[in-house]
């Protein structure tokens, strides 16, 4: 696939560890060099007003669509971190929704702006690689958010604009955890996206490492 245009917003895409930065800045080089593609500079507005907006829909349609179920659940079967989620998303008003899907239309028109001058959206996947749990993990949930929001960070723009997404492994950190390139498409580009990603897997290919515990789901012996 010749002429092909990688929208980057630096401020966004750098928020990201070292090695992540690292590693995916050096398979967007790779992408110039063997394919020719263009990494094109442009602003994503309001992004912290976007992941607001994602919190508020997805906490608001949580509590509604279980809503029936809450009065009702024996709270001690519930860990400590689903306990928090459930507190915060019942503070949400009516309004707090309506301006939240106000904020999405808002973020929609940017992102379809950005898709007139290019084919995707680079970015991270995860803030940071996978992180080891808290000692106590088992006995009161995953608490850490602030890890949390790290690994969700690129993946709101899609799950809250309903837009296509694909990652690849493009490479590993200093500790051998995997990192991965995200690419976002416009609506219904679904077929572009799984093209940008073999060209970037088959560009990375030489560099992969199996892990220890391996399941070829595509397989058929």
């Known amino acids: 696939m010749a002429n092909i245009r990688l929208a980057k917003y630096a401020k966004w895409f750098d928020d990201s560890s070292e090695d992540i930065r690292s590693c995916c800045g050096k398979a967007l080089q790779m992408l110039r060099t063997q394919y020719g593609w263009e990494t094109v500079d442009v602003t994503v507005p309001e992004i912290e007003e976007m992941r607001l907006a994602h919190y508020v829909t997805m906490g608001s349609e949580c509590t509604a669509s279980l809503a029936k179920y809450l009065d009702k659940m024996d709270k001690s079967e519930i860990g400590w971190d689903v306990r928090i989620g459930l507190s915060a998303y019942r503070s949400f008003s009516s309004r707090d929704y309506l301006n939240a899907q ?120």
């Open 102 to 221: 106000r904020l999405r239309s808002r973020q929609m028109y940017f992102h379809e702006k950005i898709f007139e001058n290019a084919d995707a959206i680079v970015t991270p996947m995860t803030g940071v690689t996978a992180y080891a749990l808290q000692d106590d993990a088992l006995s009161t949930g995953e608490l850490d958010y602030i890890n949390g929001a790290a690994l969700v960070r690129y993946s709101i723009a899609g799950n809250f604009l309903g837009l296509p997404a694909i990652t690849v492994p493009v490479g590993y950190d200093r500790g051998g955890l995997p990192v991965g390139l995200q690419f976002i498409g416009r609506p219904w580009s679904e077929a572009t996206l799984l093209h940008l990603a073999y060209a970037m897997q088959e560009a990375c290919s030489k560099d992969c490492r199996k892990p220890k515990v391996c399941f070829d789901l595509l397989n058929k012996d």
